[in-house]
């Protein structure tokens, strides 16, 4: 794996944005309905309780996981990136010699990718078998 996330300006106050929604908005909502269920009595037999214990849990694990990527971002400007091949930020059609059938990918960072409309991670098996490709 790499040791940084490379990541446009947008991208990192994207995940930045996140990260503080996930803490300030959706954690004290949870803790809010854990209390909830712990004042309903027996927590040994309280469903309502262990789901939000794990709600929180796997939001927890998103916010670090999030926190770890902004971590290790290396802010790229596509803009400087070169033209004549692959990198960050390219947008490039590939064709199916098969059935001629074109597909258009465009190489993002970390928090932009969005697969349906063919953004892709330039980190992504793809994109590392993409990048510093020529026409």
């Known amino acids: ?14 995940m930045r944005a996140e990260i503080s929604r996930m803490e300030n908005e959706e954690m004290p909502a949870i803790a809010d ?3 909830a269920a712990r004042a309903e009595g027996d927590l ?20 670090n996981k999030l926190k770890t990527d902004l971590s290790k971002a290396s802010i790229i400007d596509p803009s400087q990136m070169p033209n004549d091949q692959i990198a960050f930020g390219a947008t490039v059609v590939v064709k199916d010699l098969d059935d001629s059938e074109e597909e258009e990918f465009t190489f993002v960072g970390a928090g932009e990718e969005d697969y349906d409309e063919g953004r892709y991670l330039i980190t992504s098996p793809i994109g590392q078998g993409l990048i510093g490709k020529k026409v």
Do not use: C, F, W
Request: no cysteine.
């Open 33 to 35: 309905k854990i209390a």
């Open 1 to 14: 794996m790499t040791d940084y996330v490379p990541m446009t300006r947008e991208g990192y106050n994207k």
């Open 44 to 63: 040994s037999e309280n469903a309502e309780y262990h789901a939000q214990r794990e709600a929180q849990g796997m939001l927890q694990a998103k916010i």
